[in-house]
């Protein structure tokens, strides 16, 4: 690499580092996780206390995030911080490497543009950070760049069993992270049509799958051994059947909300610009060469990723990080394009002793940020991102109100709080939204939260009122308590609102919630 170009690549590295810092700097200054994040804290919590997934606390994301917000705690002694250098880590390699990708495939400014342009949307989609999809992206990268360097070197199988292996990281984080696999699989399937080596194309995907199961297949191992594998297919893949049951309308809706979210640094509309482009390329001479091979895939893993993040019908903006890799090569295949018909042009008119790279940055930064009017605010944290969540007086009332030795059990979907005070969950529904889906909870599942609860008479915290599908505590509260699940609700977490009724007093209200403290009572 020459001099000048080494030099612009190792800024373009500096500056895609200095974005990834400045996205964390957002959730090291928030008040409170997110929700999501407050239940991964809890679980690497209890993994360094010696629990394990599902057996000992209910979730229904992958195994992965546990074990990587574990590792976070225990550099950080426990405490966030080392949860934020795990997610700079994270989000820095993603940028290099899809960095180095896109360099490597499309040029240095169309690479630099489009690594640019995913990481200034980070502060609108990670939602306080901490999330499945941003630990995936750096996997994400990975694969592609491995399929990448596996369609222009001999050694496919190695460079695929890489990818394989990133992948399967990537769906024990989420299961449908198999999205880029399968978009992967088409375009190797593309490219050795195309180019009459279907051999090759074989020894690859054998590869991907051997290296997918390199990763996954001991994690599942470990969850047998040690009695969690059942409860692990019960909370990952049955619970996820009702999940995810939506209406067309809902996932559609939930598609274009991604794409709103993506615009303010011109992502989406770059993204699109190069999935139509890349559309008409492919057509007309489908994956000759590795780079119209690595298009294919992306124009491909678009929309899989946009069914995939969409099935559910929820807009939770960081469904739409599994979108960035692939809305990254789309943009930067865009960026090649129009810079090279660009030079075209300019070297037709002025003649080749113009200089063009430093007019063509120029160009093409006014075109990516003309929708990024809300861009600023967001980067630099000066209005936050979501709803507002205050712990407020909470951590300070549990402690007064619960023995050093009492669990606390949080009634409804703020297991955050076991994670602040240090105190464990009565029994496994640390949060018991679950057990309202209709169809999901079982008669075992509603006796054993009750069961749980008159065995370990935890101090309970009615917070409800923050996630209004779990009925109140409060028998007056709750016989206004109106739900389409009501029913449903009913069945899964009754006998757990007997006992409490029929054992448990109201002895504080939480300001400025509104939350109840009960204390236990009975006999």
Request: neutral net charge.
């Given at each position: ?121 980070l502060p609108f989609v990670l939602s306080r950070g ?191 990080m599994a979108w960035l890799p692939v809305a990254a ?195």
């Amino acid at each position: 690499m020459p001099e000048q170009s080494r030099s612009g690549f190792l800024l373009g590295c500096s500056v895609l580092v200095v974005l990834a810092a400045l996205a964390v700097l957002g959730n090291a200054i928030a008040e409170a996780p997110d929700r999501d994040s407050g239940v991964f804290l809890y679980a690497g919590q209890r993994i360094l206390a010696g629990d394990v997934p599902y057996r000992d606390f209910w979730d229904h994301k992958g195994p992965a995030i546990y074990y990587i917000d574990a590792l976070g705690l225990l550099i950080g002694g426990g405490s966030e911080w080392g949860i934020w250098l795990v997610e700079f880590v994270a989000l820095s390699a993603a940028g290099l490497v899809g960095y180095g990708l896109l360099v490597s495939a499309f040029g240095e400014t169309a690479g630099f543009f489009g690594s640019a342009l995913w990481m200034l949307v980070l502060p609108f989609v990670l939602s306080r950070g901490n999330m499945t999809e941003e630990y995936a992206l750096p996997f994400q990268f990975i694969a592609l760049f491995s399929f990448w360097r596996g369609l222009n070197q001999g050694s496919r199988f190695r460079w695929y069993m890489i990818a394989g292996a990133a992948l399967g990281i990537c769906m024990l984080l989420r299961p449908n992270g198999a999205g880029l696999g399968l978009a992967i699989l088409i375009g190797s399937a593309a490219h050795a049509w195309q180019t009459r080596q279907q051999r090759e194309f074989f020894v690859g995907a054998l590869g991907l799958v051997s290296g997918a199961t390199l990763v996954i297949l001991p994690a599942l191992a470990y969850l047998w051994i040690e009695g969690a594998f059942a409860d692990f297919l019960d909370a990952v893949f049955r619970f996820n059947t009702f999940y995810v049951v939506s209406s067309f309308k809902a996932r559609f809706e939930s598609a274009v909300s991604g794409l709103r979210v993506l615009l303010p640094s011109g992502l989406s509309v770059l993204a699109l610009g190069g999935w139509f482009l890349a559309g008409r390329r492919v057509l007309a001479r489908p994956t000759e060469n590795g780079r119209r091979a690595l298009l294919f895939t992306a124009w491909v893993g678009l929309p899989v990723e946009m069914l995939l993040s969409s099935i559910s019908g929820r807009s939770y903006v960081h469904y739409y990080m599994a979108w960035l890799p692939v809305a990254a090569v789309l943009a930067g295949g865009l960026v090649s394009e129009l810079a090279r018909d660009a030079k075209r042009e300019v070297v037709t008119l002025l003649g080749r002793s113009w200089h063009m790279q430093p007019a063509l940055a120029a160009l093409l930064a006014a075109a990516a940020v003309l929708p990024a009017r809300g861009l600023l605010p967001p980067l630099l944290h000066l209005n936050g991102v979501g709803d507002e969540r205050d712990l407020g007086e909470g951590p300070r009332v549990i402690e007064e109100y619960a023995r050093p030795d009492q669990s606390l059990l949080m009634w409804g979907a703020e297991s955050t709080y076991n994670f602040f005070t240090r105190r464990r969950a009565p029994t496994r529904f640390v949060y018991q939204s679950p057990l309202i889906y209709c169809g999901y909870p079982t008669e075992q599942m509603a006796r054993e939260l009750a069961e749980a609860i008159a065995t370990a008479r935890p101090v309970v915290i009615d917070a409800s009122s923050g996630y209004t599908r779990i009925p109140p505590i409060d028998p007056a509260r709750r016989a206004e308590w109106a739900s389409p699940e009501r029913d449903c609700a009913l069945f899964g977490v009754g006998q757990a609102l007997a006992f409490i009724d029929a054992n448990y007093q109201l002895v504080h209200v939480i300001e400025p919630s509104g939350w109840g403290v009960y204390q236990f009572q009975g006999p």
